[in-house]
């Protein structure tokens, strides 16, 4: 950890940072993910999802650089390469075979829930550490998330 002047203690700091490496190697994994369905997706509905595909790779990338850059701002270090996210990501690899817009749906959405799912734990866990600025950052993320995860699914939705 490196020396600051900001009001968390190194403890609450080491801390959180843990957490933020832990999501970043999720997001960063999850973005690669997201542009291989861009880059692979077949079928009628080719250019709708390759354009939305996009679109929500270009969210994630930005989420990648908030999570990174409020670990350096509590004095640590971002690890942040393909790399480490390769070994730390907690998500599922994605399938290399699939092609149809429904079965990249259907994975992409059940990756998008499993990220949303662990930055929803990330709120309480960091807020509880006493970190609120952390809390509110893994707030917007999930907010976008969630979102994001409806564009997804409202293409396979049915009432139950
Ligand atoms: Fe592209």
Redesign the pocket.
Known sequence: MYKTKIDLSEKVRRNVVVILNDRLADAIDLQSQI?QA??NVKGPHFIAL?ELF?KISAVILDQVDEIAERITSLGGTAEGTVAVAAKRSKLKNYPLSITSGKDHLFYLSTQVAAFGKAVRAGIDDTDELGDKDTADLFTGISRDLDKYLWFLEAHLQDKV
Do not use: R
């Open positions: 542009k861009h880059w390759h996009d």
